[in-house]
C-alpha cells in the first residue's frame, strides 16, 4: 500500500507525558500537512511543509508543539507536557505540487490524554 | 477571513432516496472547493474538486456538487442513497496551488441512510 500511514493509529498517555506521531506520506508528495480534529468538528490546519521546510503553522499550534520532516521524506509531530486538551485525531495529509489540490489523508493517529 | 459552513450537522435518508448536503464558503479569492467523505476509521477521501470551469462536477460514488458563486455554495447531491454512503462529509475550501497551503474544513455533516 502506498497510500499516507500514520503511526501508533492510537495513544493513551497521562497528562504531563511528552508523545510523538510520526507520518509517511506518499513517496512522490512533497508536501504534508498536520490537522488535528476533535469530536463533531472538522480537520483543524496545525502545520504545513514544502519538502523539509515548515512554511507555515497555525496559532493552534502551541509552544508545546513541534512538528519536523528533516529530510523531506517522513514527518513527526511531538506534543510535550500533554494536556486533556490536546485529546483529538491528528491527521497527516499530503500532496504534490504538480496536482490540482488534491489532500490525501493517512487514518490518522488518536490521542487520549488521562 | 476563509471558512466553510455546514448548516446541517446530521441528516437521515432512506435508502434509495435523494440527497443534497449544503456548504457555503467565505473566501477573499476564486475557491478551490473539495468535498471529502470519512468512514468510522478511515482517512478522509476526496469525492470530487472543483477549480474552475463547469460548474456541475461528477466525483466518484455517484456523487456531484454544484458551484454557484452567486451563493457562494456548492452543495453536494446524489440521486439515490445506498447503505454504504453512510459517513461523515466534509466540504473544504482551498487557496489555488502554488500561491497557498491552508485547507479550511467545515464542520461536517454526518449521514444516516435507514432501510
Known amino acids: 500500500d502506498t497510500g499516507v500511514s500514520q503511526d501508533p493509529r492510537h495513544k493513551i498517555t497521562k497528562r504531563g507525558q511528552n508523545v510523538t506521531f510520526r507520518c509517511d506520506p506518499i513517496?512522490?508528495?512533497?508536501?504534508l500537512y498536520w490537522y488535528r480534529q476533535t469530536l463533531g468538528q472538522g480537520p483543524e490546519f496545525l502545520t504545513y511543509?514544502?519538502?523539509?521546510?515548515?512554511?507555515?503553522k497555525s496559532r493552534l499550534l502551541s509552544d508545546r508543539f513541534s512538528a519536523e520532516r528533516p529530510k523531506g521524506s517522513f514527518s513527526t509531530l511531538e506534543i510535550q507536557r500533554t494536556e486533556q486538551g490536546d485529546s483529538a485525531m491528528y491527521l497527516c495529509?499530503?500532496?504534490?505540487?504538480?496536482?490540482?489540490?488534491?489532500?490525501?489523508f493517512g487514518e490518522g493517529s488518536r490521542l487520549t490524554v488521562l | 477571513a476563509q471558512s466553510v459552513t455546514q448548516p446541517d450537522i446530521h441528516i437521515t435518508v432512506s435508502e434509495g432516496a435523494s440527497l443534497e448536503l449544503r456548504c457555503n464558503y467565505s473566501y477573499g479569492a476564486t475557491p478551490y472547493l473539495f468535498w471529502y467523505v470519512q468512514s468510522p476509521g478511515q482517512g478522509l477521501q476526496l469525492l470530487l474538486k472543483?477549480?474552475?470551469?463547469?460548474?456541475l462536477v461528477q466525483g466518484i460514488k455517484g456523487f456531484e456538487a454544484e458551484f454557484k458563486r452567486s451563493q457562494s455554495s456548492f452543495n453536494l447531491r446524489k440521486p439515490s442513497v445506498h447503505w454504504s454512503d453512510a459517513a461523515e462529509y466534509f466540504c473544504a475550501v482551498g487557496a489555488p496551488m502554488g500561491t497557498g497551503n491552508q485547507f479550511y474544513f467545515g464542520t461536517g455533516t454526518s449521514l444516516t441512510v435507514i432501510p
Open positions: 513517496s512522490e508528495h512533497n508536501r
Open positions: 511543509f514544502q519538502n523539509e521546510a515548515q512554511l507555515e
Open positions: 495529509a499530503s500532496s504534490w505540487d504538480a496536482n490540482t489540490g488534491e489532500l490525501f
Open positions: 472543483y477549480f474552475s470551469g463547469d460548474t
